[in-house]
């Protein structure tokens, strides 16, 4: 995968983990922090780092453990090795519990370490088997846009798939799923995913946008172009909207139409991925490329 293709779907997946952290913070009652580490037994250790599995006692200090785990997501994306390390030593010896393998778990992330973060993300979900629904499903997700970083979409797809038995009312993850469809080349299917969240959330633009791609795939262009023509009106900020509706009309023979769409991609997110598309279109297009 390309490192702009990559850093996409890092960004995306970061955004989401706003997410998690919103629910996992409030549900403090799973946050309690010890004052003393505990003596951990061999029978305590869960594989490959993912600290310390125990249930968690009841809540002692809500206010110190949220404090905490704010500011290990912060160094976790300022500097994720030392956030890594400060973050597996709060679940080793100081009862983190699941914020703390969660830190660590963004941690991995932000170093590049897709695949152990989407592990990561995967063993922690399965620490929330029995209750907090949203929360497992959300680090189900999670671990999809890790898979998806590590170019590895078909483990996206059934990590975002795990996210959607747990919670199929969340439209995100059924846009998750579709993202992950796709760079399967699996594109009808995306289709129908991203069917699904239009059905429960009709005003996002992002679906629209995504579906006109998948539609332009699959050459339904007229679709493709009224998808891309809603994603506009719905988010006019969103800067892959302009360029998918950009890309249409370069289509259907509206060149002018095309460069004066990819011109506004450029003007709302000059330094973003689509804003880098946007400039190899034009670039084409000056040049007579198809």
């Given amino acids: 995968m390309a490192l702009r293709r990559r850093a996409r779907y890092m960004l995306g997946a970061m955004k989401r983990l706003a997410l998690i952290a919103a629910v996992l913070l409030a549900s403090a009652p799973a946050f309690a922090q010890q004052t003393q580490p505990r003596t951990q037994s061999p029978a ?4 490959r780092g993912a600290g310390i599995v125990r249930p968690l006692p009841p809540l002692a200090a809500a206010p110190t453990a949220e404090a905490e785990y704010r500011d ?3 160094r ?6 030392i956030a890594y390390e400060d973050a597996m030593g709060w679940a080793r010896t100081r009862g983190g519990g699941e914020p703390a393998l969660h830190c660590a778990g963004v941690a991995l992330f932000n170093r ?6 989407a592990q990561a993300f995967t063993e922690l979900a399965a620490r929330f088997r029995d209750r907090r629904t949203l929360v497992r499903a959300s680090l189900a997700a999670q671990a999809g846009h890790a898979w998806l970083a590590a170019d590895e979409p078909a483990r996206a797809s059934a990590a975002f798939g795990a996210a959607l038995d747990i919670a199929p009312e969340v439209a995100t993850f059924w846009i998750d799923r579709a993202e992950a469809l796709a760079a399967e080349k699996k594109y009808w299917e995306a289709i129908d995913d ?3 969240a239009a059905d429960l959330d009709a005003q996002r633009g992002d679906i629209y946008a995504f579906r006109a791609a ?3 795939r699959v050459e339904a262009l007229d679709l493709a172009l009224e ?3 809603r994603a506009v009106r719905l988010a006019p900020r969103m800067p892959e909207a302009w360029l998918e509706r950009g890309i249409l009309k370069q289509l259907k023979g509206d060149k002018d139409g095309a460069r004066r769409d990819w011109r506004e991609t450029l003007l709302i997110d000059p ?3 689509a804003a880098d598309a946007a400039r190899a279109q034009i670039e084409r297009m000056e040049l007579g490329v198809r």
Avoid: K, V
């Fill in 112 to 117: 590049g370490e897709f695949r152990q973060a």
């Fill in 76 to 81: 976790a994306a300022q500097n994720p090795a």
């Fill in 72 to 74: 290990c997501l912060a």
């Fill in 194 to 196: 991203l069917n699904r």
């Fill in 271 to 273: 330094e973003g991925a």
């Fill in 214 to 216: 998948a539609y332009r």
């Fill in 227 to 229: 998808d891309a023509e």
């Fill in 44 to 47: 305590q250790s869960a594989p």
